[in-house]
């Protein structure tokens, strides 16, 4: 899968406020006559240009999971197709990479799903699909730390059964 969902996401510290999801993060104000980049290019990995990322596979990506604290307002989370995440706690003036470390396979790892916490900041969980390569195990992860840490969870969870985790 080469294409994104394109998620969309309300602000919660704004209702006017709406952000999409593309290679970067856009936001809106104004029900969307206009546009603001509020985001570098997030589906590229760190020291690849743009480039040679199109001519590398998994090297090119796009926004497929984006997330808001409804805790902190300017706190937005960002998962791509290609296993990059990042997170901006300015609104998205400043981004950080916060991948996972020690995924399977790195560049074909979608980070099909992030959830805000709505009790702490820096608290997010983080679903990790890798259907392309026919693993169908569960890959859940939590930070409480602004990803200091990632933490595993979901042991218990069926694996590797195709009807039985995220396929």
């Known amino acids: 899968r080469t294409t994104s969902s394109q998620p969309l996401v309300w602000a919660p510290w704004n209702p006017r ?34 480039a040679t990322a199109a001519n590398t596979p998994g090297g090119r990506g796009a926004i497929e999971s984006l997330a808001a604290s409804p805790v902190t307002p300017g ?19 400043t ?3 916060v991948s996972i470390a020690g995924l399977p396979h790195p560049r074909r790892a979608m980070i099909s799903a992030i959830d805000a916490s709505y009790h702490a ?9 890798f259907l392309r390569v026919g693993d169908h195990a569960p ?8 990803v200091k840490s990632w933490t595993k969870i979901g042991a218990g969870l069926p694996a590797d059964e195709p009807s039985g985790s995220f396929a």
């Open 17 to 50: 406020q709406l952000m999409v999801g593309l290679n970067y993060v856009a936001s809106t104000i104004d029900g969307g006559a206009h546009w603001k980049r509020i985001s570098p290019e997030l589906a590229i990995p760190a020291g690849m240009d743009s």
């Open 75 to 93: 706190v937005i989370w960002a998962g791509t197709n290609n296993g990059l995440m990042h997170v901006t706690r300015d609104g998205g003036k």
């Open 95 to 97: 981004w950080s990479d």
């Open 121 to 129: 900041a820096g608290t997010a969980y983080v679903a990790v699909e």
């Open 139 to 146: 890959y859940l992860f939590r930070t409480r730390d602004f």
